[in-house]
């Protein structure tokens, strides 16, 4: 991508009235605009990221038999008033059509996919399976904060799962927590799951969630200094001590990431999803769902993964493998040709302005590697490489290149 | 894919009170999911379309220099106040919120997009840009009809474009047609460019409409027979002649799956979306925008291309490139993993049902090409090839099937 071909604009202050680091570094680099309170629309830079990431989790979730489907946003209300939730949920969920609200707006979705799964499930050999899908959800959130981690409207991968035994979703419940590790690998962030959580309006018998300890979170987690056990603070152990070794427990920050469900048969009871089984007995059908928040999750990187001068985006998720920057004034062009033929994602500053605003777009973006020709360099038919994440600089033959941005 | 292992249940008959034939067809072969009126889900079979039909498209507006978005669907409702939709649109925009909504739903997006592209243009050399996204609609249809053809919920592609000059908003409109006719051949769908369309509450001075000529259609479109041009009813020659050649034109119906139109200057002197000139006189931008129907066109391949045993899935948009069948019992996994090691997306039909009833599910899911293992065709070191679209059976060596499908 050429810079002067973007819809890239970047700003040296933060906007007024931001004071979430995450919002400030993604708006001053134009990855996100603000449309309303906890309301943003993804620009061209920002959806590179986003993605990238949708990209590693249907991936990740593809490999553990995990299907993907579209379910809608808008509702029947009559759905949510089988399970309850229509009442139970209050000014959190959206209702439409007046004083006999026709309609709902999804904030989460079992009281879809339930009765969806009945199509497919009559005998204990239609299960296990799990649908997976990644889709926005809008939720009346009163205080909206945090930039991207607490928001109005946001995007979930969120997916259920279907099963005859306990043993079934205990396995498929391990499966997940395999792929989310993985997940969270792959997108740089170092997230702790606690050992229980609360599992609020969701119900069911066991939940846990991914946090990552930073100070932006405002999820209050408890975590043992000696085993690295982690607890979410409702659900802790009475006297604040590690069940597995009686130490103190340390209260930290987080940012919730992920939240797993072992739901039960809460919704499958509602819904009569059931199978026959062996005996040629019917019996409900045990329900787990899976969430991860996008937006949060590249939230939580910006958080975890910045300094001073801007962004550090983690390889697998940066927009951009490397930004090029052409002192020299002649070869950039013919370089951003040659690394994009091979297939490498190049941002080349090509605009008309300083070295020193080239610079400091390049660390403003956090892309993990920056490329400069100079004419030193070309001498020795070399480039400039430097890691956003390190502070020396090291030659690099022109040759060599591809292999090093792999 | 295992057959088994899928989300796959197919039906023998129509759905009662289904009449529509997209509708019927997709529903039988467990692609959709019907949640409330105008309001569907995609199985993981529909979902494999869907996802076909996205990146086709994603990639050639992405050829013509279109950078992707996400825009949100919750809209403060100011925005809408400020182009004076939110009063002209009626019943049909949903509102949220009461007397004094605080919201809209999204059914476009150029109150989003306008006020966004502020941050990017300040001179004329700012310009020409165009933005992409893929996202979902939603609107209260009083009466959504067709299977997937008029929804309360949908999922469009729409574009928004911006320059200095009509001269570049007729270049970006003709890129935009050339864009949408590859997109419209590659999903193997034959669509016509009407002349000149209703911009409805779109505004502005041209808009061209893509149709495909099929009874499920509730769009009016008048043809010349000599030249073949089209014409919008609404906009149709007074006389019902055609201008170029005054041959009387021929009514017929067509689903429209496409609108383009010159927005001109009317969203962006709402929102004072301007530019500095040459001589240094601020000037309004000048828009296009660009929607296709995800759904619709779907619906529209449905419609144009099946027969009485099913679906018959244009290549490109197929979920899978062959429906493998082992009538002889031993040899059908093998076949399959090679296939699938490949690359090649199979589904294999390793349920233990009769033939009849594998042959019969082949021809409803529609997927192009069908693979039959036997004892005979062993014997020959090959393997039973049918098209979908075709009558004829042959014999092909299992060592060519893999050039076969590419």
Redesign the interface.
């Known amino acids: 991508m050429l810079y002067s071909?973007?819809?890239i604009?970047t700003k040296r202050e933060t906007p007024r009235g931001v004071n979430s680091i995450n919002q400030a570094l993604l708006e001053r680099g134009?990855f996100i605009?603000q449309?309303?309170s906890g309301?943003?629309?993804?620009?061209?830079l920002g959806?590179r990221v986003?993605?990238k990431v949708r990209q590693i989790i249907v991936e990740e979730l593809s490999s553990i038999?995990c299907?993907?489907?579209?379910?809608?946003?808008?509702?029947?209300a009559e759905?949510w008033k089988k399970t309850g939730r229509f009442d139970e949920i209050g000014d959190e969920l959206?209702k439409?059509g007046?004083n006999e609200p026709e309609f709902v707006l999804a904030m989460t979705h079992e009281e879809?996919v339930t009765p969806?799964a009945k199509?497919?499930i009559q005998s204990a050999a239609d299960l296990p399976?799990s649908?997976n899908q990644i889709?926005?959800k809008?939720r009346n959130e009163v205080r909206p904060r945090g930039g991207l981690i607490r928001l109005?409207?946001f995007?979930m991968q969120d997916a259920y799962s279907f099963h005859a035994t306990e043993e079934q979703l205990d396995q498929t419940f391990t499966d997940f927590v395999g792929a989310y590790k993985k997940i969270f690998e792959r997108t740089g962030i170092k997230a702790i799951m606690t050992e229980a959580s609360d599992p609020g309006i969701m119900g069911g018998s066991d939940s846990k969630e991914f946090m990552v300890i930073n100070p932006a979170g405002e999820a209050r987690v408890l975590i043992c200094p000696k085993c690295n056990r982690a607890y979410a603070f409702e659900n802790a152990p009475k006297n604040n001590k590690c069940p597995e070794d009686n130490e103190s427990l340390k209260e930290e920050k987080g940012i919730e990431l992920a939240h797993i469900f072992k739901l039960g048969t809460k919704y499958s009871e509602k819904f009569d999803l059931s199978f026959t089984d062996s005996d040629g007995k019917t019996q409900p059908v045990l329900m787990g769902c899976y969430g991860i928040g996008l937006d949060r999750l590249i939230a939580a990187v910006v958080e975890e993964s910045h300094d001073e001068a801007g962004i550090i985006w983690p390889k697998e998720i940066a927009p951009f493998a490397a930004y090029l920057i052409d002192l020299e004034g002649s070869q950039g062009k013919k370089v951003y040709d040659e690394l994009t033929n091979k297939g490498l994602e190049i941002l080349f500053d090509d605009r008309d302005v300083s070295a020193g605003v080239k610079f400091a777009d390049a660390d403003l973006l956090g892309i993990p590697i920056r490329l400069t020709i100079s004419s030193k360099t070309l001498e020795q038919e070399s480039i400039e490489l430097k890691k956003r994440s390190e502070k020396e600089t090291k030659l690099v033959k022109l040759s060599a290149i591809n292999e090093i941005l792999k």
Chains 1, 2 share one sequence.
Not at 39 to 44: A, R, T
Not at 67 to 76: F, G, K, W
């Open positions: 071909k973007s819809f604009k134009s605009y449309v309303g309301i943003f629309s993804y620009l061209p959806y986003y993605e038999g299907e993907e489907v579209a379910l809608p946003i808008l509702h029947p759905l959206f439409i007046g879809v969806l199509i497919k399976f649908l889709s926005k809008i109005k409207e995007n």
